[in-house]
């Protein structure tokens, strides 16, 4: 993770600049050849926008361009090329340039659980050089060739998981053919030498002074806090013979380097979590190794990050294969990925433990079969998508509970297209949310925010841009590019 705490907005573009990884660059050579229309069909939702253009024509060729549609109710175009889908249906949008005609066939669609409403300017205030328009993803898709192209399909992403759990350098952890087998004993030795020489002595450094949630301690009090967590750790009961423990979360989980919850910064205005490393969702699998002495934390292998959790937002599953239908959607078309910043379940005193559950982007949930539907609480399921959601039991075991997602949030029911378009629509409706170093606070920092986005289409990414950068896919190198290279 990079100490940096850019605006969303960027991070949004450095998310559709990951897309390298999956295809190439157009021919620049080859866009000079003749006049054409920047599309000859696309698709849009109701309500979508894009801006057509003719290709090679110069700024005084393209104002003198006359743009007509053959339906105004399906499809509006304005004076610039800009069109707007009305309503469902097709209609062809003429562009001519003299005497000559370019044509687009616009396919419009009803919007779906997929679709995205872009918000009204209202009072928003903007950066330097970023235009209104540009705060909507159509604004950027618009500007793609073949946006609705697949990039991959969901047997080429499986495959690229596979590559990524086996290549050296991106710390992966194919959790679902790991041994558990686990020699706990050797586990705390090493547990504790990490919180005493990588967290003590590497993390805090030469600081003298910390703030723990917004207490000030300094030297003296720093030791006796840790040696507090090292005696929780070597303290807790362990075996030669082990093995971990199935796990499923069912409270989005910060995932920490050493066994607290305390935020953690070097002055007492400082907005990181300073020992935070990752966060895990809920419906996200972990496979559970040592558990502190008092039983608050347990540590955990997630797929692509290991660290210390607390205990009760994780529920222990006996049997694999159980652990497996809570999580694994491979070949399955029967879940729900929440593809919205945020989703807040809704209020309820007869279902506590559902009752305004947070689920993130990327959330990944198992949809109730339409045969086992029925009155959950005190709703009924009309116009609603109603999930297993996963829940701790009083042992500590893991529990279902059906509960029900609104249909007006933006949720996608099987995995999305990995498209451009889609890419795009899903990284834009973080817009504006708030940076979270590591995911404190319920937010995402840049690398857990664009690990977020392509977990809605299935593919899973090693922690932080370090990691990914070694990740066995194509890559361009856009460092030294300028601005016309980067268009």
Not at 22 to 49: H, N
Request: charged share 25%; with cysteine.
């Amino acid at each position: 993770m990079r100490k940096t705490k850019p605006t969303l907005l960027l991070m949004t573009m450095l998310a559709a600049l990951f897309l390298s990884c999956f295809c190439f660059m157009p021919d620049q050579a080859e866009a000079a050849q003749k006049m054409e229309l920047s599309r000859k069909k696309t698709t849009l939702y109701v309500g979508d926008s894009e801006k057509l253009f003719v290709v090679n024509a110069t700024s005084e060729q393209r104002n003198r361009i006359k743009w007509k549609t053959t339906d105004a109710e399906i499809v509006t175009v304005t004076k610039k090329g800009e069109i707007t889908a009305e309503a469902a249906g097709e209609a062809t949008v003429t562009a001519k340039l003299a005497g000559k005609k370019y044509k687009c066939v616009v396919t419009v669609k009803d919007p779906g659980a997929e679709y995205y409403e872009v918000p009204e300017e209202g009072n928003q205030i903007y950066q330097d050089d970023v235009a209104p328009e540009m705060t909507s993803a159509a604004f950027w898709f618009g500007r793609v060739k073949k946006p609705y192209d697949v990039l991959m399909d969901q047997e080429a992403i499986a495959e690229l998981n596979a590559k990524d759990y086996a290549a050296d350098g991106t710390n992966m952890v194919d959790l679902k053919n790991r041994s558990t087998a686990y020699d706990s004993e050797t586990a705390k030795t090493n547990l504790t030498k990490e919180l005493m020489e990588d967290v003590r002595v590497g993390r805090i450094g030469s600081h003298e002074t910390i703030w723990k949630d917004g207490q000030e301690l300094n030297a003296e009090a720093i030791d006796a806090w840790f040696a507090e967590m090292k005696a929780n750790i070597e303290n807790a009961e362990t075996r030669t013979d082990d093995t971990r423990k199935y796990g499923i979360c069912v409270k989005r989980a910060d995932l920490w380097m050493a066994p607290t919850n305390a935020l953690v910064g070097w002055s007492e205005k400082d907005a990181d979590s300073e020992f935070i490393n990752s966060s895990v969702l809920v419906n996200e699998p972990v496979l559970m190794g040592l558990t502190t002495a008092d039983g608050q934390y347990v540590h955990v292998l997630t797929s692509n990050v290991s660290g210390w959790v607390e205990a009760d937002h994780f529920a222990v599953v006996d049997d694999k294969d159980a652990w497996l239908a809570q999580w694994d959607f491979t070949g399955r078309d029967d879940v729900l990925i929440v593809t919205d910043a945020h989703i807040a379940l809704e209020e309820s005193n007869l279902a506590p433990r559902t009752s305004k559950l947070d689920l993130h982007l990327g959330t990944q949930l198992p949809l109730v079969p339409k045969e086992k539907l029925q009155g959950v609480a005190e709703r009924y399921p009309w116009y609603s998508y109603t999930v297993y959601l996963p829940v701790r039991g009083e042992d500590g075991k893991l529990e279902r509970e059906m509960a029900l997602i609104s249909s007006h949030n933006k949720v996608s029911i099987g995995f999305p297209e990995m498209n451009e378009k889609n890419i795009l629509t899903i990284a834009f409706n973080c817009l504006g949310n708030r940076y979270g170093w590591g995911g404190m606070l319920g937010s995402m920092d840049c690398s857990l925010y664009t690990r977020s986005i392509y977990r809605c289409f299935g593919l899973e990414l090693p922690r932080n841009t370090n990691l990914q950068t070694v990740m066995p896919v194509i890559k361009t190198e856009i460092t030294e590019f300028t601005k016309e290279q980067k268009k």
